[in-house]
């Protein structure tokens, strides 16, 4: 910008006029000002009503779809037996103990194959250093099969270790929520093995993962018992010794009549796996620990105890773990007792299988099993039945008593199925019946044959834990459909208010708000008449809180169509219109398809890549040479930069073996590959000098543009690479010789720590106190067009890019924040990501498709979107709860520490979407004249930029949520819809927080910076 100093009149008369234009315009300005404030207020209330009704139709929904178990108050009694007769058992509640003390020691993900040693396994099995590291187990059970017992021991998904633990202790099935009368938190309050062991007055001891405490608060030895906290992956050997330490006096002979019961949880195998993967040295090292630590206990209890050995669930080739995959359920189970006690249903089995597929043990059948050994009553919620092995005797022919604990556990089980439809229907009641009567006939032969009895009883309990795996999923198809009500509704408003309304948004939003108060008291106050009108169906909160939601969103929308002729726009969409809504529709379409969904990263890239290829042809077409040129080379940078990215690759396991992990050293390692470190550095070479070519595209490198992009973003990502350098020393060993793990871990924590300080004080405060970009100069030598005196000039440098300069400086901080907490191939991700975001502005405006008051094109949030999207892939996440990158809570931090560390782990997770959202006010003040009318003009169209973003998550929301339900049934529900389902629901949730506590607050911040130096 060029201006002229044509001063003239007197001097007093100009310092009078001065002064009062002077004043006039700082009240303007104030006014201005407070209005601009209050209007950010009233926006941002807005959005946040949108955001609880989205809210409110995600609670529906999950209320009836995620399955739920009624949880049933009642207790097994250890003098009753389960047909109401008294017991006449000597020694023992139902049946005579077998052992007066148990040792359970649970090693955190014990696979199986971990336990069978390399010439005993199939030809088939691979390679790694996780091979031949525990043989004790299975020389054990070979060697001496009276005294030893081996067996995969099959969890039930989801194999995430609270899970487990209620499946171990109660003998249910897992499901979404337990529902209780009594339930409260994470508690166990049902009964379970610990509660009966509790009531027989023993004496339980617990040592290792603190889990055990959230699930039975209050039951364990106080004096005894030690616990740990379990969520720090990087620490593998705190817990494992603590455990180690405080177990072996247990055993001692003059220390065994403190206890009864000691459970031993140690967590170093579960943490090697998710810091290295099991094909590490670290894990060897941990195994081999496990080896020598159980076998010394066995060699320290006497004859009347039993030692249990169980794995919760195991790990993927990636050392993860909560799917649903062979490696994740394949767990191991070891009993050991010096007194010989188990026996052989099936005689080819005299050795432990050399695969789980051989000989298969439910987790759930360990709970009948060890109360009916520990002489206590089988827990009253359980579905577990005896493990044959414990019960047959040692001369493996006793099928008497086998079929005697056989009929206590199916009486046991009769007894909960009954009271359970009577509380809630399964509609399995005839099935039932046929099969009960199937095991009773048999059971009361004349001449019974008691292998028949078992072999009976073994079909019914298939039958039976079939049923409820098929069952058992009980959704609640009204709150279902309310559920999805809510969210179109909302999807319809956002629809509306983002794409069809025209005119000043935010000079509406007071009266909106009104309208939609108005709505939400009527919907409050009409809801209960819901309860009363369909007791069936709603409940007087449930329908209250359904009125909140449909009633405030029936005003808004009626509010709208009253002033339909001035605020509300319908138009045929532009080609890019047309684009934006294919890619919209075609992906929510396409989730109805498991393939689609599990192939969704390439689904994007061909979606982007399209994106570039329309935009080249686009670019091509412009009048303009400048234009021309520049939307050419960005297109074409575009196209490369999301294909580069594309190598960054994480492969889930459906997409296997037509897929080759990149993001990882390899396909079993969860750490990155050395060759990797090479692109922190550059990225912290390089990145600040692409980002410095923009600014200078449009003469804006000046100001606080030259110290925060040239210095502080080129610091915090040295300190980002020096981080994972020591990292990658620390889990390669490479400077064990030298630094002990302790001080390598404290030098670490504190690089991150300085990594987010220039993130986060240092950079908040950059952003917040930063000037424009702008470099004012007086030129004095410009001859005036009449052909008088030279006239100097006020030159302004960066004034074409004022707002979007000064804005993007909050791009940076979040670049640094978010690359501290992924692996250099997420770094990767992260960088082209942000060089993406800056050529997706460069296109737009070369192809006239920037927001603004005449266009109000959705491209460009729409791809941003995408974008977001397509690098939450390339930063190494998918769609399954394996891919949750855990040591991203400790990279900072040595403890979990609230709000801290739920706030890491969501930047690792949503880092690429709320970098794209917190972008997206870029696509109105990118290149964005200046101009008297102030920001009003220009808040209009960031809100509706912000709503057009909000609107592709909202729309992926409301599709993956509607599959979900109408595939509820679909083989590969648990394995794909419901993952995707939960993810587009985070997703969504957490870019609507980024875009109203981080887009819209920087707008304002940089509005009004740029307000004070032009005066509105």
């Keep these: 910008m060029v201006a002229q100093d044509d001063s003239s009149g007197s001097p007093i008369e100009q310092d009078v006029l001065s002064a009062t234009t002077n004043e006039r315009l700082d009240e303007e300005n104030r006014k201005k000002t407070l209005a601009f404030k209050v209007s950010h207020i009233l926006v941002s209330l807005l959005l946040l009503w949108l955001l609880s009704v989205q809210l409110l139709g995600l609670f529906f929904f999950a209320k009836g779809f995620l399955l739920t178990r009624l949880v049933l108050d009642s207790r097994s009694a250890c003098g009753t037996l389960p047909d109401g007769t008294e017991s006449r058992a000597q020694d023992g509640c139902w049946h005579p103990k077998s052992f007066e003390k148990a040792v359970v020691i649970v090693v955190d993900a014990l696979r199986y194959d971990f336990t069978i040693p390399s010439h005993a396994a199939p030809a088939d099995r691979s390679p790694g250093h996780y091979l031949d590291n525990i043989p004790f187990l299975y020389d054990t059970a070979a060697s001496y099969p009276g005294n030893a017992l081996l067996l995969p021991f099959i969890a039930d998904p989801p194999t995430t270790t609270l899970q487990r633990l209620k499946g171990l ?338 000079n509406y939003a007071p009266e909106l708000l009104r309208s939609i108060c108005a709505g939400v008291g009527g919907g409050i106050f009409a809801g209960p008449l819901l309860g009363v009108a369909l007791p069936d169906y709603f409940s007087a909160v449930s329908g209250g809180v359904f009125g909140f939601a449909v009633g405030g969103i029936f005003a808004f929308l009626a509010n709208l169509w009253r002033r339909r002729d001035a605020s509300v726009h319908l138009s045929v969409p532009s080609v890019w219109g047309w684009l934006s809504l294919f890619f919209c529709i075609s992906q929510s379409a396409g989730f109805a398809a498991n393939s689609y969904t599990i192939h969704e990263d390439t689904i994007l890239l061909f979606f982007l890549t399209t994106f570039g290829a329309v935009a080249l042809i686009s670019s091509l077409r412009q009048s303009s040479t400048a234009d021309r040129v520049l939307g050419t080379y960005q297109s074409v940078v575009f196209i490369i930069l999301t294909r580069l990215s594309s190598y960054s690759r994480l492969c889930r396991e459906e997409q296997m073996p037509g897929c080759r992990s990149t993001f990882y050293a390899s396909s079993s390692s969860s750490t990155s590959a050395p060759w990797q470190l090479l692109i ?87 952003f917040i106190w930063a000037q424009p970009c702008l470099d004012i100069n007086l030129n004095h030598g410009v001859q005036a067009a009449n052909g008088g005196r030279s006239k100097p000039q006020i030159v302004i440098l960066g004034y074409a890019n004022a707002f979007g300069s000064r804005f993007f400086l909050m791009i940076p901080l979040l670049v640094v924040a978010i690359s501290l907490l992924l692996p250099p191939m997420g770094q990767f991700s992260i960088a082209i990501c942000t060089w993406q975001i800056l050529s997706l502005l460069e296109i737009l405006d070369s192809n006239h498709l920037t927001i603004n008051a005449v266009s109000k094109a959705s491209i460009g949030p729409i791809v941003l979107a995408m974008l977001g999207s397509y690098h939450f892939f390339k930063t190494g996440h998918q769609a399954v709860l394996s891919s949750i990158q855990w040591n991203a809570a400790f990279i900072p931090l040595r403890t979990i520490h609230y709000p801290w560390t739920p706030m890491l782990m969501t930047l690792n997770e949503f880092g690429a979407q709320i970098l794209c959202a917190a972008a997206v006010p870029l696509l109105v ?92």
């Design 169 to 506: 202790t109660t003998g249910t099935l897992p499901v979404f929520i337990d529902g209780g009368s009594n339930f409260a938190g994470t508690a166990i309050e049902e009964d379970s093995l610990i509660s009966q062991l509790v009531a027989a007055g023993k004496s339980v001891v617990h040592l290792g993962d603190d889990t055990w405490h959230a699930l039975f608060p209050d039951s364990f030895n106080k004096n005894l018992t030690r616990a740990y906290d379990s969520f720090n992956v990087y620490d593998l050997h705190t817990l494992d010794n603590g455990v180690i330490e405080h177990i072996m006096p247990l055993l001692q002979r003059d220390r065994r009549h403190e206890w009864d019961v000691i459970i031993g949880h140690f967590l170093g195998v579960d943490h090697a796996g998710h810091r290295y993967g099991p094909d590490h040295p670290a894990m060897a090292d941990k195994q081999q620990q496990m080896n020598r630590v159980l076998s010394q206990i066995a060699h320290d209890i006497d004859d009347d105890t039993l030692l249990v050995v169980l794995g919760d669930h195991g790990m993927d080739t990636k050392g993860d773990h909560g799917g649903e995959s062979d490696e994740e359920v394949e767990a191991a189970l070891w009993m050991y007792t010096k007194k010989p006690h188990f026996g052989r249903t099936d005689q080819s089995h005299q050795r432990p299988p050399s695969t789980a597929k051989e000989r298969r043990v439910g987790q759930i059948d360990l709970v009948s099993t060890l109360s009916l050994l520990l002489g206590l009553p089988i827990p009253y919620n359980n579905l577990g039945t005896p493990i044959p092995e414990c019960f047959v005797g040692r001369s493996s022919n006793d099928w008497h008593n086998l079929a005697a604990v056989e009929m206590l556990a199916w009486r046991q089980i009769q007894n909960y199925q009954d009271e359970y439809s009577k509380m809630k229907d399964l509609g399995a009641n005839s099935v039932q019946h046929s099969l009960n009567q199937l095991v009773l006939q048999s059971s009361q032969q004349k001449s019974p044959t008691w292998r028949e009895v078992h072999e009976n009883y073994q079909s019914w309990h298939r039958e039976t834990i079939g049923m409820y795996r098929r069952l058992w999923a009980n959704f609640n198809l009204t709150d279902m459909v309310c559920g999805v009500f809510i969210s179109m509704l909302a999807l319809v408003a956002l629809f509306t208010f983002s794409r069809l309304f025209v005119g000043d948004i935010a």
């Design 680 to 766: 922190p550095y550059t990225i912290a070479l390089f990145l600040p000098e692409i980002i410095k070519a923009f600014y200078k595209g449009t003469a804006s490198w000046t100001g606080s543009a030259g110290f925060w992009i040239g210095l502080g973003l080129r610091l915090g990502l040295t300190f980002v690479a020096v981080y994972w350098t020591l990292d990658a020393a620390d889990n390669g060993n490479w400077l064990e010789e030298r630094l002990s793990t302790d001080i390598l871990k404290t030098i670490n924590i504190t690089v991150a720590r300085l990594a987010l300080a220039v993130a986060l004080p240092i950079g908040i405060s950059t």
């Design 925 to 1016: 003040l990118w290149k964005r004249p200046i101009h008297r009318e102030g920001l009003r003009g220009i808040w209009s169209d960031v809100i509706s930029a912000t709503l057009t973003h909000a609107l592709y998550y909202a729309t992926i929301q409301v599709a993956t949520t509607m599959w979900a339900g109408h595939l509820r049934r679909h083989l590969m529900l648990y394995r794909v819809f419901m993952p995707r389902f939960l993810l587009a629901s985070g997703v969504l949730l957490v870019v609507d927080v980024a875009l109203i506590f981080i887009a819209l607050p920087s707008v304002r911040v940089t509005g009004l910076s740029i307000g004070e130096v032009f005066g509105y």
